[in-house]
Structure formats: C-alpha cells, structure tokens
C-alpha cells in the first residue's frame, strides 16, 4: 500500500470528470437545491465544472499525506472560483443552508466511484471515504464562512449609512441650527451626532441649537446623559442648547429616574423652541393680515 | 519661556489669548496677573479667548474655572470664547462642564453680550 492517500481519488477525479459532474447535478436535483428557476442548466453545469477543476486541482497539490489546510495557497484557486459561485449564488436569492447542501452533495459520486474502484481492500476504501469526506467538509464549511462574511460586510455598510443619514443638522435660520434625533441614541451615535453639531456650530456661527426628541422613543437614563453631554458641550462652545420635543411621558419618565437637566431649557414642541430661538437672535414671528 | 501672555484692555473688557503652547508655570502667573489688574482697573469683564488651544487637560480646566471664580468675587463675568469642538468634546468626557463660566462663540459675541449689562 506504497501509493499516496489522494491516489485513488485522483483517478477517479480524471476518469470520470464529466459523469461526476451529471451526477452530482443529479444529487442536487434530488435534494432540491439545484435551484433551476434562478439557474439555467448550463450555468448550473459551468459553475459545477469550475468546482471540481479547482476541487481536483486542490487535491493534486495541496494534501500532503492525509493533512490538507483550506487557507493555503494551493487552495487559492478552489477559494476563488468558490467565493465567486457563493457570491453568485447568493445575490440571487440561495439560502446558507442550500448552499451548503449543493457543495455535500459531491459526496455520493465520489464515494459511488471510489467503492467501484477499490473493491479488495476496505480499509483504503475507508480512508479514502474518510479524506473526501474532510474535504468536502472543509469545502462547505468555507462556504457558509463566505456566506457571513458577505451578509456581515452588508450590514456594517448599512450601520454606516444610517449614522450618516440619521445625524442631520439643519440650518432653520441664521445662527439658528436643529437637530432633529430619531430613533434610538447609543454611545456610538450620539457621539457622532455631537462631533456633527459642534463642527456646524463652528461653520456657520450658530447661537442656538435646538435638539429636537421627538422622534426618540424612550429616554433612559443613557439617552439623557448622552442629551445633557452634547448640551454641555454646546454651551462650552458658546452657542445656547434648546431640548424640544420632549412628551409627557419622557417628561414623567425623566423625573422618576431623577434626571437633573440643569440649566439646560427644555420645551414641549418645537414649535415653541423654534420662536424662544428666534427671539435670542433678535427675530420674531409676525402674523400678517387678520387671515 | 516662550512669551509672557499679554492682557488687553478691549472697551471694559480684559482680553486674554491663551496660547496652544502655555505651560502650567505660565498660566498660573497668568491667574495672578489677572486677579490684580481687574482689581486694578473697572472692569465689567473678562474674556478668555482659546481659538488656539487644541488640547485641554483637567488641570487648564481647573485653571479656567478659578479664574472665573476670582474674576467674580472681583465682580466682573469671564466669558470663555472661542472653543473648539474637540477641546469642547473633551471637558464634558472630563466632567468638566464648568457651569461657572460664561460661553461665547467669539469676541464680538462676548462684547456684545457684556455691553447688554
């Protein structure tokens, strides 16, 4: 038994390439994860052939007795060609689980053929069953890492988006600035939100910010810390710091947690914060007409 | 040393720029010369400009906070002008929110506000 643990394998890989291929479509039709509707036939044929090309390719040069390592570089082209199908595949609407069902059904094949080969000796039959089975393992354990490292790539640039879209500082008039929060204030958030309003503060030489909540859902003891920071740094800047919007409920809220706002104004609406606002830079809101 | 920080007489106003580059030894003789010449003269107020001041430590903070407090006691109101977002930034995760002093976004804001007494 001189012969190396990835021989039988090899022969079976190349000569047989194309009837474990029509096989392992096979498979997939069986377990229902060839997913014609978003593949045609020839795609699915392609990608499959891509697959096994860099599979048997990985296998040629990258087992070294019965050990292999995904992560080195004889693996890039399986890695490669594998990412590409995933991402594909993915985009289009294929599950984790799916994914991971299509790339363990080149199993049966393999293990079909290698049992037609090696018909006197069932202990290489085992270890040759045994390595494929660590491979393809291997193989469809990297595709669901694919397959989260994606997702996850997608909701950090989503997270990223929303801080930028959620910290809008308007100008409502010359040297008036609002803020208007939405949603929930995390530390991460609301000390984006302060970088964003004292940097405009400086811009455009506001004197009064009104922090408008709102939209803010609950007020716990963090959120009107957070609040009562940016006001404080507001003020250091010399500019004056209107809270508005805050409801009754907030308001009882804030009380029974003991929640000290100082000297900080606060204001129901911002309807009313807006003409306290006006008024500290020497406007008012004049009707005219009797309409 | 690098350069005595000079104190101006702006209308009734002391103005005092605070360099990036003021030591420990510097601004507490700066306090001391504060304190006698608002006494000295009639003064209404006091006004700290720190546009160039990028980096704040608790120790300038307290610094600024007494000063306010002898300005005071010698009946005149220190406005802090000029401060960055960062330097801002900085004092509130101090703590420092120094309630004592008056805030302003720049000179003509603070004189403005001081001719209003």
């Known amino acids: 038994m001189a012969q190396s643990a990835t021989a039988n394998i090899l022969t079976v890989l190349d000569t047989d390439f194309k009837g474990i291929i029509e096989e392992w479509l096979g498979t997939q039709v069986k377990e229902g994860v060839k997913r014609s509707d978003l593949f045609s036939d020839a795609e699915s044929r392609a990608q499959n052939r891509e697959l096994l090309k860099a599979f048997s390719k990985g296998i040629r040069d990258g087992v070294t007795g019965e050990d292999f390592d995904l992560d080195d570089d004889q693996w890039d082209d399986l890695r490669a060609v594998l990412a590409d199908v995933s991402r594909e595949r993915v985009s289009r609407g294929v599950t984790p689980t799916e994914m991971a069902t299509f790339v363990l059904a080149l199993k049966a094949p393999l293990f ?153 104004s606060t204001r129901s609406s911002i309807r009313t914060a807006l003409s306290d606002a006006l008024l500290t830079v020497g406007y008012v809101i004049k009707k005219t007409g009797d309409q | ?68 407090g002898i300005s005071k006691l010698l009946a005149a109101e220190t406005y802090v002008v000029g401060m960055r977002p960062t330097v801002a930034v900085t004092l509130v995760e101090l703590g420092m929110y120094l309630p004592e002093i008056r805030t302003a976004l720049s000179l003509t804001h603070a004189l403005a506000q001081l001719r209003r007494v």
């Not at chain 1, 290698?114 to 202990?123: C, P, R, V």
């Not at chain 1, 100008?171 to 964003?196: F, H, K, Y």
């Not at chain 1, 508005?244 to 000290?260: K, R, Y």
Request: charged residues 25%; proline residues 1%; negative net charge.
């Open chain 1, 112 to 264: 079909k053929r290698l049992e037609a080969l090696e018909t006197s000796d069932h202990s290489v039959l085992i270890r040759d069953v045994m390595l494929v089975t660590r491979l393809v393992d291997a193989f469809a354990i990297y595709t669901n890492e694919i397959f989260i490292n994606e997702r996850e790539q997608i909701i950090d640039r989503q997270r990223q988006e929303m801080l930028e879209l959620s910290t809008p500082v308007v100008e409502l008039w010359d040297r008036v600035l609002t803020l208007p929060l939405i949603g929930t204030l995390d530390s991460a958030r609301a000390q984006e939100v302060m970088e964003n309003l004292l940097q405009t503060i400086l811009e455009r030489q506001a004197e009064v910010v009104i922090m408008d909540i709102t939209g803010v859902g609950t007020v716990d003891t963090q959120v009107a810390q957070h609040l009562l920071r940016a006001a404080a740094a507001v003020r250091l800047m010399g500019a004056e710091c209107i809270i508005s919007g805050i409801s009754p409920m907030i308001a009882q809220t804030m009380v029974q947690l003991g929640i000290d706002v100082g000297t900080v």
């Open chain 2, 1 to 68: 040393m690098a350069g005595v920080t000079s104190i101006n007489l702006v209308e009734r106003a002391l103005l005092v720029s605070i360099q990036d580059d003021i030591t420990d030894t510097e601004i507490l003789e700066l306090q001391d010369r504060l304190s006698n010449r608002i006494a000295q003269n009639r003064i209404d107020g006091v006004i700290l400009d720190i546009s160039a001041l990028e980096i704040v430590d608790t120790f300038v903070g307290r610094v600024i906070a007494q000063l306010a």
